[in-house]
């Protein structure tokens, strides 16, 4: 199995809802990542997680709370977004002996409202 | 600071050769990468070359490395309609724990 499960593929939400997109993958890769992408653009590197903890934050506003529940999960919870959020979100995991040996998602389309 | 460039655009005939160029900026980058993007979908990893080599040979593709002119390019031979996609160059930054800073992405156009 070398898939990067993403749900869900698109999401429409308000400014004032709570939503959460999903990614799974059970390919035992410890590393697992999100990235924005906005359209025409490269994706642009938010949170990793290395063995279940986060290592990485690029100074993503708080209203993006990433949480990883177990070695195969992970989440990005969403509250109080703005239009300018509107964007491909793409997790990615990868063997972390192999950090820039990516297996992305198919992404979840965000577009708020 | 990191950069990593391509041109933005490249058009072929199927059939023809299409290669694509990056330039970077990390001279201790170790290990550099060619990731595909179709629309509508994640991203792809179709190749890469360790720092060290010069040249990587995998079936239709051809990765050249001049490392001191921090120029990479990834030669695609017989392309195909299917080839067309965004084609992004990467490179990993902060050394061997580092993660990857990418390219703008090159779109091919490949025309029947």
């Known amino acids: 199995d070398t898939e990067v499960t993403q749900t869900p593929k698109h999401l429409v939400m308000g400014m004032t809802n709570k939503k959460s997109l999903k990614c799974e993958q059970h390919?035992?890769?410890?590393?697992m990542y999100w990235y924005k992408q906005k359209a025409k653009k490269p994706p642009e590197l938010m949170f990793v997680?290395?063995?279940?903890?986060?290592?990485i934050n690029e100074s993503v506003p708080s209203r993006f709370s990433p949480e990883c529940p177990n070695s195969s999960l992970l989440n990005l919870h969403l509250h109080a977004l703005q239009p300018e959020d509107s964007a491909l979100y793409l997790c990615?995991?990868?063997?972390?002996?192999?950090?820039?040996?990516?297996?992305f998602g198919e992404g979840s389309r965000l577009t708020v409202l | 600071g990191e950069d990593v460039e391509q041109s933005l655009f490249l058009s072929v005939r199927e059939g023809d050769s299409s290669v694509i160029n990056c330039t970077y900026t990390?001279?201790?980058?170790?290990?550099l990468y060619w990731y595909k993007q179709e629309p509508g979908a994640g991203l792809q990893l179709l190749t890469y070359?360790?720092?060290?080599?010069d040249m990587k040979q995998d079936q239709r593709l051809t990765v050249l490395l001049n490392k001191k002119d921090k120029h990479l390019s990834l030669r695609i031979a017989d392309t195909q309609t299917g080839d067309s996609a965004i084609y992004f160059c990467?490179?990993?930054?902060?050394?061997?724990?580092?993660?990857?800073?990418f390219g703008k992405g090159t779109k091919l156009s490949v025309k029947p």
């Open positions: 997680y290395s063995y279940e903890k986060l290592s």
């Open positions: 990467a490179e990993r930054y902060g050394g061997s724990q580092g993660n990857l800073i």
């Open positions: 990390d001279s201790s980058s170790t290990y």
């Open positions: 390919m035992g890769h410890r590393a």
């Open positions: 990615a995991s990868s063997a972390l002996l192999s950090p820039g040996e990516l297996f």
């Open positions: 070359i360790f720092s060290n080599m």
